[in-house]
């Protein structure tokens, strides 16, 4: 089993700055994927981040230029820096891991970090 323990949520004010972390530990083999999703309440949860093995990223066009994905795999553990916070960020943010023995990927969440953006 694979488990993913999240930090760094919390109430900032618009524009300011939020780091979030998620570390993953337990049966790791590869780590393919790891990334992070949200979900604001009454809206279905949605892709926000990726950082792929290999090195290459990826990120909604709402969070383009304000949130850099980056990872430590020595640490097994991905962060999400957000600069420049507006209240339409507010949500929960998840990890999401997709690791696996070779040839098998399987995906795994963590349990959420609450960020608001409020002033």
């Known amino acids: 089993q694979v488990q993913l323990v999240e930090s760094g949520g919390g109430l900032v004010q618009p524009g300011g700055s939020l780091r979030l972390s998620c570390a993953a530990s337990?049966?790791?083999?590869?780590?393919?994927?790891m990334g992070w999703y949200r979900q604001a309440p009454g809206k279905q949860r949605e892709f926000v981040a990726v950082t792929i093995s290999g090195g290459s990223t990826n990120y909604v066009d709402s969070v383009k230029g304000r949130f850099t994905i980056s990872s430590d795999i020595a640490k097994n553990t991905v962060y999400l820096k957000m600069n420049s916070l507006k209240p339409e960020d507010t949500a929960i943010y998840y990890c999401n891991v997709l690791q696996g023995p070779s040839g098998i990927a399987e995906q795994y969440w963590g349990q959420g970090t609450q960020v608001t953006v409020s002033s």
């Open positions: 337990g049966n790791i083999f590869t780590i393919y994927a």
